[in-house]
């Protein structure tokens, strides 16, 4: 049986930490952000944890883990 192929658009996206979870980042912050306030610049910069469903979906579809 041949070697399962990582789906590399998915790996550039996340990082996944030692306890398995997989986190991603905020969306929305190319562009036209200057009119937000700092509270919703600053909550733009930090990373989001995915949904525990979603979760389930990235490691299947990551055979390295």
Same mark, same amino acid.
């Given at each position: 049986?041949?070697?399962l192929?990582?789906?590399k658009a998915l790996v550039k996206?996340? /990082?996944i930490t030692r306890k398995k979870k997989?986190? $991603?980042r905020f969306t929305?912050?190319?562009h036209y952000n200057s009119k937000e306030t700092g /509270?919703?610049?600053r909550n733009k910069k930090r990373d $989001?944890?995915?949904f525990r469903t979603d979760e389930k979906n990235v490691l299947k579809a990551l055979p390295y883990l």
């Open positions: 049986m041949p070697k192929k990582t789906k996206k996340i /990082k997989v986190i $991603r929305n912050q190319n /509270k919703t610049g $989001r944890r995915l």
